[in-house]
């Protein structure tokens, strides 16, 4: 069958539903916003203090201005706003800008995702919570928070809670040599609401912006509800079978410490089960363990570090140890540093957890 001509009517236009106006990439410079601290993230709102620490402070809520692209806005984060900042009902702001970031925290769900997770901005120190019983402390998950802490250009607390459940002195003597700060609280037997050792707590924190991390279950919300008392973080409990704790916080948020002056902040997060150390260059993984880089020094020139490396002095280091409590402590140190090495390197499998 011949095939008909075309004709006019058999050309369809569309519409120019955009406009004829040509597009550009001039931004407007917003030159009267202003400047926010972010609080709190929840589904596309962000809370945040407006002239924070200033006369005029007030909470106010904003979204992320179409401008910013994918860009993620985390707590933590200054950042400038424009429109109605009045925190009044109804009144929504929007974020134009972020802030240049002093340090950035961030992991990956495993060793090998290559997506980076920004957890918070701008913090000073990492405070990792972990239980010393109930769970039982993991010191994997505490090597690689030091490590992440370490790469962001952060210092690192360890948090032992439940010290009236078991010693501290293990973990103490592990971690205090290497320059990690350790405070120590329990529960009163009498009154659970009562926390012992939240005074060097406090002045541990004191005008510092501080992230808290830790596994469910280790008292990360019962700490924080103790600093803050209105923050009503919920409070979870440990599986008897699995000894596991049930996620209580579902989104990270900024909390301001009363009577520890206006700049001292803490940012409670999420409990995690993982935390992976994909964005952490290998070779800066010996920097997390001080006592070990320091031995390392005398190993020769290109050693890589791991197991079957010839003349390691790591190796010699843990067999000149002058007694068993002290070989064994030297051998999880090392085992921890090659276990972290060995899964971002790909020569195992490597988990994330602890």
Known sequence: MPRRPLDESDIRSRPNRRGTRPRTKTRPEHADAEVA????VDRGR???LVDADGPHERVAIAMKARELGRER???GDRVDLVGDTSGADGALSRIVRIGERTTVLRRTADDTDP??????????QLVIVTALADPEPRTRM??????????ARMDALLALTKADLADPAELRAMYEPIGVRVVVTSRDADDPEDIHGLAELHEALAGRTSVL??????????????LVPDAYRAVGIVNDVTGRGRHTSTSAVALRVPGAGTHTWVIDTP???????????????????ADLAEVAQECPRGCTHTDDAPDCALDEWRA????ETTRAARSARVDSFRRLLASRTGALDGGSGG
């Open 37 to 40: 601290l972010v609080t709190g």
């Open 46 to 48: 962000y809370t945040v």
């Open 73 to 75: 806005v985390v707590p």
């Open 115 to 124: 997506v980076e997770r920004v957890i918070v901005a701008n913090a000073d």
């Open 142 to 151: 505490i090597d690689r928070c030091v490590a992440a802490a370490y790469d």
């Open 213 to 226: 991390v830790g596994h469910s279950g280790v008292g990360k919300s019962t700490l924080v509800n103790a």
């Open 271 to 289: 409990g995690v089960r993982s935390f992976g150390l994909a964005h952490v260059d290998p070779d800066h993984l010996l920097g997390a363990f």
């Open 320 to 323: 000149d140890a002058p007694d």
